[in-house]
Structures are given as C-alpha cells and as structure tokens.
C-alpha cells in the first residue's frame, strides 16, 4: 500500500507522514529531503545550480539512505554521513527547487523511490508523490498551511523545536525563510516538470490551525476507510 502525501515546504509533510507510518507500521519515504541532499553535495561540490548534466550526474552518483536512530527518528545519510541538519539550512531553501527542477536529477532519484515501494507498504511525502512517483497511490493527500505558519515551523524544525531566547533574531529568521519558501512555491509551481500539484484524486488538509493530532486522524481515517473497503 503506497500513501502519498503531497504539499509545499513547512506544511508538515514530514512530521505526518512520520505519525502515519509509525501508526500503521509503514516505511516512511522522504523524497523533499532527497532533492535536499543532492541540493547540499552541489554546494558542497562546487557544482553549478544551473550546470543541468553535473546535478543530473550527481543525483545519479550520490548513496542517498534513511536510517533510525536511537528514538526512533529517521535520519537521512549522504554518501554515509548525517545531513539531517544541514539540509534544513536557508542555503539549501534557496537552492533545492533550482536543482529539483532538472530533469535528470528527478528521473534519477524517481528510480530509487519506486525501487524503495516494491518491498513494503509506504507512505511517502514531496511534491509529486500522487501525480508523478506513485499516480497509483491507494490514499492521496494534498497538505498545506498559510505561508506565515509554515515558515514559523521551519524555523523552529531548525532550532530543535525549541522557541529561542532572542525573539528578534527569531522574527527576523521567519520573515527570511518565510520570502524563500514564497519563492520557492513560485518556482515549485510554475516548473515545467513536475510542478507541485494536487493530484485529481488527492484530499486536501489545511494545517494552519489544525493541530498535528487532528491531520493524522484525517489521513488514517482515509487509510482504515481504504483497507475496510479493500477487504
């Protein structure tokens, strides 16, 4: 059973589809953090955001991996090497729709994703989950949040969940990521492949005021409802 969760960045994508995996005792795909990882070896490599076969060759090239760690938490490795932190970071904001956006980097991490889905029931979260990876997904869903709400939570994703002392610094970093992340749903949504979309089929959720605990039930609802019917 595949569960598809799309939407733009903070919308708590990651976070629910977590929940939902653990609930229900899926494997969990993040593919956002995989255009992020290969975003990251770029800047690392001095590879060119506009150079199209040298991102497409790193995408290909590159170990992208998940694994837990003690609590459980699932960590995303780089050729062996944690980047769970480092891919969080505004240069990474600013540079993953650019490098998402190559044709050659999708197709190949598109090919790790669905080879990752053959094994094992998934739940899997992006921006092209329902409408590229996994059209044939059993459960569809289209999560969002208002923009302001999402870069607040993208900010304290980076702090550790932790509000920081100074809350100047910490307004000034929302009103920073929350101009990237606009940016980035421009450039998300108006890209010639696979653009962020809402799948046809796709349930759509606001998150904005609606709590973690409230948006888990609604997607597992619609994951008991499919598998009642599937009997």
Known sequence: MIVAIDGPAGSGKSTIAGLVANRFGMAKLDT???????????????????????????????????????????????????????????????????????????????????????????????????????????????????????????????????MPADESAFDAEVAETLAGIQERDRIDSSRDVAPLAAAPDAVRIDSSATTVEGVLDKIAALVDAYRKEAR
């Open 32 to 162: 956002g953090a995989m255009y992020r990882a290969v975003a990251l070896a770029a800047l690392e490599r001095g590879v060119a955001l506009d150079d199209a076969d040298g991102l497409a060759g790193l995408a290909h090239e590159v170990e992208i991996t998940f694994a837990p760690d003690e609590a459980g938490a699932l960590h995303i490795r780089l050729d062996g090497r944690d980047v769970s932190r480092e891919i969080r970071t505004p240069r990474v904001d600013a540079a993953v729709s650019l490098v998402a956006a190559v044709p050659g980097v999708r197709e190949g991490l598109v090919v790790q994703q669905r080879r990752f889905a053959e094994t094992c029931d998934v739940v899997a979260e992006g921006r092209d989950i329902g409408t590229v990876v996994f059209p044939e997904a059993e459960v569809k869903v289209f999560l969002t949040a208002d923009p302001a709400e999402r870069a607040r939570r993208r900010v304290l994703q980076r702090h550790g969940g932790i």
